[in-house]
């Protein structure tokens, strides 16, 4: 054969390229590209016509600075030109040009399918060829709608050459891929399949290509290839190798085309004719054993072309999942290759083996290699092997070993890539959860995590570690404890102060029995960490502490007092100022109760996939998991895909609303409300007020309102002529309201007795959310009227407008009397001017109850006098309604007659309008 | 093509498609620079697979010239490796004992030889006269005229 010279035919490229190599610098390359590009422009622009072989050495130079990466965006019209040449070169050149340069929207296409049309039909096989290799590699949609007739029947024609019809394959193949509508394979397809018994192995191994992505479409169409390939296969497997002596390489026969046979049957379960069943059964065993038999040649190339056969065979055995004597008989091969000194074929054994893992025949004898992947994890040089040592680790995990793999997984962490700490910590996160007995171990090795490696610890992590502690209750102690001591560090992460807050705040109640972990001690421990930390780290100590205060009473003046310092409440930063000034306020203000509610232990997570695992599986599918090293056997490769885009924030959110947003703010948190008013009598909902506004006269909390849209709560507080209520809007829909504002009606009548300071609201209420609106009043002197709040806000583009009647009534102000039966009779007889005395009598509305009329009496504000009537029906009770101006004592007495169902009230105070309206109040109640 | 002297950058877009090389609307250059970086700091002790972005790479490397191929989880890494070496005995029985200036003055030749041996991605023929003989009859054809 003659050696080929350089530049061959082409001296002015050659020249070129010389040119090319000898520049020192990117910079004078640059120069002699730019100059060369001008020099072509100038050429194709020029007046003269130029010849063929001109055009073909300026097309290969324009070619070759493309290949040098640059751009080029001219001389697709000469490439288009030497299509149509008779000469080999020039046509060649042409159609490079095109394949490599334009892409499938191009205008030329019209013009390049011209060219094509021209050589498919030239009979020229070469010329043929290119035509094709050219719509394989543009494959654009005119291109197939021009083509998709043809090359079926080009394909299966007999008279076809066999490099024509390998290009065809590959080209219908393309074409299929691209636009599947105009290629319907319907009447071809038995005579497709049928080419895998051509006697010539390159269409055989063209035909495979084609069928293998065909069948992954429609698997039931090519059912019959099943046999076929088994066939073929077989005698590839089982022939001596002088058979194929054309496609033999390095001694082994047809190491690509097994490989693809191989890979086709893996688009089917195995097959469920017997005969054909124990064929394929054989040819793997075969497989197998070829494995074991000794070198036929000593390259390198010959192992790993059997080996690559081997590889194969192993994945379908695993597709297959069904024969556990070829599942384990893989298994110990691959055990093989875990020791051998091929880096290549460690990393392949490791990768095949954590599929074998997830087969419930071969997992046990997977995990016999245990030993040797450990030792991979601590020796290998490479690390993306130490990292398939990783994988398969986790993919062999199991209770019975599952100590023993974390502890070494932690072991390794200490000094792992930095690359992949990230993932071994999510693995020993996952596995320490699933494979848990004992959750003090658990929590140990969580814990462990943080302390070696906490910057790749990620907020899922530690969330979880919280949720299982709070959802278990036999741990929480040890938990306690634990993350009590590790705090004692003088140097520990961030991540560990978050759990240690989060978990101290919850529980450290049960370890404050020992002195040495008093509540202080707890307290000042978290504490010292405070200032080192970030921002959101300080926001949930902050939590903690307020949480301790309800724990702790002993320390709530400690920790007030540093919430009220100054570096807390006028911190810069917004969130840690507001938790610091909500958190003191709270303290100060809510009594015993309302705080124990408010702060009350965290009620259990829900049970829902570890928030770990999603983070695992979107981290990256490729053998991380054998849940996804099962669908990776479906070949498209869309899984992985798929996870990507589903994957991200959906996990990370709802965990951060579970673990930091419900312990925040005790103000708009969620469902406080409820726990607060427990009083289920408030609870039903009419839209009509004034009926609510009764309900208020004896009782101070509850729904005052409530509709579609909007709920209100009142919650309040009275002392002497002072009175302070809480306003809950709570928004029941799942949008905002905009434009939210609440205010009192400027009802004159009321407002000189009744001194009413209303705070404002923030505009939007989120969907869900709820807000509060404190009221401030002061009773200047008695009055009737109550004042009407009017609400006002945007659902939805529609505004809406409320008001509702509030519950200030003139005995909200009563202070109760204790007085004894001659004092009260005394005081009656003393308010006995006719003006004085307002009476009532009126019939029962709800069963006469007289424990239940007690409780409304007390509730009415007045004390409720025992043994003071000489009638032990009759009930009296003494009071003082306080305003600012003047006092008015108050006696009153109702009289039940249980026969008649009716009532007698009698109120006595010294002002006429006093009595008139809290007979009025009182006597609704019955 | 890589060469470690980076003289010789060629991407050969042949070995596209399925084996997609080309990741859609990335710089050209700048996969290239980062898929040069990520073989060429690799050592010999290193395995010859390593997973970049979402495809993984097959190398070989000859003297200073290292042969990358792109390929998706479902190829089987030891018969691209093997390709690999293939085509790199066709190349050395074409320009008989082939070298890096044999590739770079003749790019066209090492394109239709690699068109011929893969197309879409997909291994077409691994014979190496077969392979040849669009080529050989070229010459012939040349030789005639």
Redesign the interface.
């Known amino acids: 054969?003659?050696?080929?010279s350089?530049?061959?035919?082409m001296r002015g490229?050659?020249v070129f390229?010389s040119d090319i190599?000898n520049c020192k610098s990117k910079e004078a390359e640059i120069k002699r590209i730019n100059k060369e590009l001008a020099n072509i422009r100038s050429k194709f622009k020029g007046d003269k016509a130029l010849d063929g072989y001109s055009k073909k050495k300026y097309v290969?130079k324009l070619?070759?600075i493309f290949?040098?990466?640059h751009d080029i965006d001219f001389g697709h019209m000469e490439a288009v030109n030497l299509l149509s040449s008779n000469k080999?070169?020039e046509k060649?050149?042409g159609y490079?040009f095109i394949?490599?340069l334009v892409n499938s929207n191009s205008d030329l296409i019209r013009l390049i399918n011209n060219g094509i049309k021209n050589d498919l039909n030239s009979r020229n096989p070469?010329f043929m060829?290119l035509a094709l290799?050219c719509i394989?590699?543009v494959?654009s949609r005119e291109m197939a709608e021009a083509f998709a007739s043809d090359i079926p029947r080009i394909l299966v024609a007999g008279d076809t050459m066999d490099?024509v019809k390998?290009?065809a394959?590959?080209?219908l193949?393309?074409l299929n891929r691209t636009s599947p509508d105009l290629v319907p394979m319907g009447e071809w397809t038995a005579r497709v399949v049928h080419l895998l018994n051509d006697q010539h192995?390159?269409v055989v191994?063209?035909a495979t290509?084609l069928i293998t992505t065909l069948a992954q479409k429609s698997p039931d169409d090519f059912k019959t290839s099943v046999a076929l390939s088994v066939a073929r296969l077989s005698r590839i497997v089982t022939s001596a190798s002088i058979d194929l002596q054309?496609?033999t390489?390095y001694f082994v026969a047809?190491?690509?085309?097994s490989?693809?046979l191989l890979?086709l049957l893996q688009c089917y379960p195995p097959p469920e004719d017997a005969s054909l069943r124990s064929r394929l059964t054989e040819c793997l065993e075969t497989i197998l054993n070829k494995a074991q038999e000794p070198p036929k040649s000593k390259k390198v190339?010959h192992s790993?072309?059997k080996?690559?056969?081997l590889?194969?065979a192993i994945?379908l055995i695993i597709h297959h999942d069904s024969e556990p004597t070829l599942l384990v008989r893989a298994c110990n091969q691959l055990g093989q290759f875990l020791q051998h000194r091929e880096?290549?074929l460690?990393?392949?054994a490791l990768e095949s083996m954590c599929m074998l893992a997830s087969s419930e025949f071969s997992h046990e004898a997977v995990k016999t290699h245990m030993e040797t992947v450990i030792n991979a994890l601590k020796t290998e040089?490479?690390v993306?092997?130490r990292q398939r040592a990783v994988d398969l680790l986790y993919a062999m995990c199991d209770r019975s070993n599952a100590k023993q793999i974390v502890a070494e997984m932690l072991t390794y962490l200490e000094n792992a890539d930095y690359s992949i700490r990230e993932e071994i910590v999510l693995k020993v996160a996952i596995l320490a959860e699933k494979y848990a007995v004992d959750y003090t171990w658990y929590v140990d090795t969580i814990l462990n995590l943080i302390r070696i490696a906490g910057d790749y610890v990620s907020e899922e992590v530690w969330y979880r570690v919280i949720q299982i502690v709070i959802n278990r209750d036999d741990v929480q102690g040890y938990a306690a404890k634990t993350v009590f001591e590790a705090l004692q560090a003088p140097a520990c992460h961030e991540n560990l102060v978050k759990v240690g807050g989060y978990i101290l705040g919850e529980f450290g109640n049960l370890i404050a029995g020992d002195s040495r972990s008093s509540p202080l001690v707890q307290f000042n421990l978290l504490h010292s960490k405070f200032h080192l930390c970030s921002v959101p780290t300080r926001a949930l100590l902050l939590s903690a502490y307020i949480k301790f205060i309800n724990l702790f009473p002993e320390v709530k003046i400690t920790i007030q007092d540093v919430l009220r310092s100054d570096s807390q409440l006028r911190n810069a930063d917004v969130e840690l100022q507001q938790r610091a000034v909500e958190y003191l306020r709270l303290s100060c203000i809510a009594s015993t109760d309302i705080l124990a509610t408010v702060l009350e232990e965290m009620p259990p997570f829900p049970e829902r996939e570890s928030s770990i695992l999603a983070k695992l599986k979107k981290k990256k599918g490729?053998g991380n998991l054998p849940v996804i090293d099962d669908t990776?056997r479906n070949?498209n490769?869309n899984v992985?895909h798929a996870e990507k885009t589903e994957a991200p924030n959906q996990v990370s959110t709802p965990s951060f609303t579970d673990l930091l947003n419900l312990n925040s703010a005790p103000g708009p948190g969620g469902n406080l409300l409820v726990d607060v008013f427990s009083d289920n009598a408030a609870l039903s909902s009419t839209d009509v007020c004034e009926e609510n506004f009764s309900r208020f006269v004896c009782k101070n909390n509850g729904v005052i309102f409530e509709n579609q849209l909007l709920q209100i709560g009142l919650k309040s507080e009275y002392r002497q002529n002072l009175g302070r209520m809480y306003v809950f809007y709570g928004n029941k829909t799942s949008t905002q309201f905009l434009s939210f504002t609440s205010s009192l009606s400027v009802l004159d009548s009321f407002s000189p007795q009744l001194n009413m300071h209303v705070k404002t609201v923030d505009p939007v209420i989120e969907g869900g959310a709820q807000v509060q609106q404190i009221l401030n009043m002061e009773c200047v002197s008695d009055f009737t009227e109550a004042p009407v709040l009017k609400v006002q806000f945007r659902y939805g583009g529609m505004l809406q407008n409320l008001a509702v009647k509030l519950p200030v009534m003139l005995n909200k102000f009563f202070q109760p009397t204790e007085m004894t039966s001659q004092d009260f009779f005394q005081r009656w007889k003393q308010l006995g001017a006719p003006e004085q005395e307002v009476q009532k009598i009126f019939k029962a509305k709800l069963p006469m109850d007289t424990e239940v009329t007690k409780a409304k009496i007390i509730g009415f504000g007045v004390a409720l006098l025992d043994r003071v009537d000489p009638n032990p029906e009759n009930f009296v009770g003494a009071g003082v309604i306080h305003t600012k101006s003047i006092q008015v004592g108050c006696l009153l007495r109702l009289e039940p007659n249980a026969q008649a169902q009716m009532y007698r009230l009698t109120l006595r105070t010294s002002r006429e309008s006093v009595s008139r309206r809290l007979c009025d109040l009182l006597s609704e109640q019955f | 093509m890589i060469s470690s002297h980076d003289s010789l950058r060629l991407f050969l877009a042949a070995a596209d498609n399925d084996d997609k090389v080309r990741v859609d609307g990335e710089p050209r250059a700048a996969l290239e620079a980062d898929v040069v970086r990520c073989c060429l700091s690799r050592k010999k002790e290193q395995c010859s697979f390593v997973d970049h972005r979402d495809v993984r790479l097959v190398y070989r490397q000859y003297a200073a010239l290292y042969i990358v191929v792109g390929v998706t989880d479902t190829e089987n890494e030891l018969s691209i490796y093997e390709l690999i070496h293939n085509f790199v005995e066709v190349l050395d029985k074409y320009f008989s004992r082939v070298s890096e200036l044999d590739i770079m003055f003749n790019l066209e030749r090492v394109h239709v030889i690699l068109d011929e041996m893969i197309q879409n991605g997909h291994v077409v023929e691994t014979n190496k006269s077969r392979v040849l003989a669009p080529l050989h009859a070229l010459t012939k054809m040349a030789d005639a005229s």
């Open positions: 054969m003659p050696a080929v350089k530049g061959d035919g490229l050659a390229i190599r290969c070619l070759f290949l040098l990466g080999y070169t060649q050149i490079l394949s490599v070469t060829n290799h394989a590699n494959g490099s390998q290009s394959a590959l080209c193949l393309r192995l390159g191994t063209a290509s054309d496609y390489y047809a190491p690509w085309l490989v693809k890979r190339q790993n072309a080996n690559a056969v590889f194969e994945s880096t290549n460690r990393y392949l040089r490479d993306s092997v490729r990776r070949v490769g992985e």
